[in-house]
């Protein structure tokens, strides 16, 4: 238990459905992250928030929409996804974001499978 | 191209033997960290290493900053079935962008 969670675990939906991934972090971290991961490739960072305010987008398609009401939780909206957007979605969190300290620790939660049909 | 190497991709060794890990880049970081995930799992941080040529001991791990602050390695000794997992290698590239390795799968067999 790290003291990352994310909901739902596990989540299939098609090309034309929109779902939310949300994350929730009970550490009192200030920055919060969101990164990609597939077979073919490494973690990829997404979105970086810190205290609450989006510091960093990695070129992501428009049809993935961040949105952090609070430090505390995450959420990633889903829109028109394709079938290539399936990996395993991570959320990480921080004291602060890493390039204001070096050695800064991510905490990771468990992960959302999606599977796009 | 990733900016920072891993190799080997994949490691299948059986118990009790050593292996070392290699994370490789063209850029000098300020520092670098080793993360594990297991199956099912987000990673969690083993080690980070700041200063050029720093080695640190977790056990049976024993890490490695290179002196030009552009490589590290990981090494370990007699290995168990419970070191088995995704290492991933990480760090704050010089411009202060954060990148994580292509990383290592690691299987040993009891």
Avoid at chain 2, 89 to 98: D, P, R, T, V
Wanted: glycine share 8%; hydrophobic share 30%.
């Amino acid at each position: 238990e790290t003291g990352v969670t994310q909901t739902p675990r596990h989540l299939v939906m098609g090309m034309t459905n929109k779902k939310s991934l949300k994350c929730e972090q009970h550490l009192g971290h200030n920055a919060m992250y969101w990164y990609k991961q597939s077979a073919k490739k490494p973690l990829e960072l997404m979105f970086v928030y810190n205290f609450k305010e989006q510091t960093e987008n990695n070129s992501v398609p428009s049809r993935f929409s961040p949105e952090c009401p609070n430090s505390s939780h995450l959420f990633l909206h889903l829109h028109t996804l394709q079938p290539e957007d399936s990996a395993l979605y991570l959320c990480a969190s921080s004291q602060v974001t890493p390039s204001h300290i070096a050695g800064n620790e991510q905490f990771f939660g468990p992960g959302t499978r999606l599977t796009v049909l | 191209t990733q900016l920072l190497e891993q190799s080997p991709q994949f490691l299948s060794i059986q118990e009790g033997e050593n292996l070392t890990v290699y994370c490789n880049s063209s850029s000098v970081f300020s520092s670098l960290q080793w993360y594990r995930q297991e199956p099912g799992e987000g990673p969690v941080l083993l080690v980070t290493v700041v200063t050029g040529g720093e080695v640190k001991k977790l056990k049976r791990l024993t890490f490695q900053f290179g002196d030009a602050r552009k490589d590290s390695s990981l090494h370990i000794t007699a290995a168990q079935p419970g070191d088995t997992g995704l290492y991933l290698c990480a760090g704050w590239e010089k411009f202060n962008k954060f990148y994580f390795g292509s990383g290592t799968k690691l299987n040993v067999k009891p």
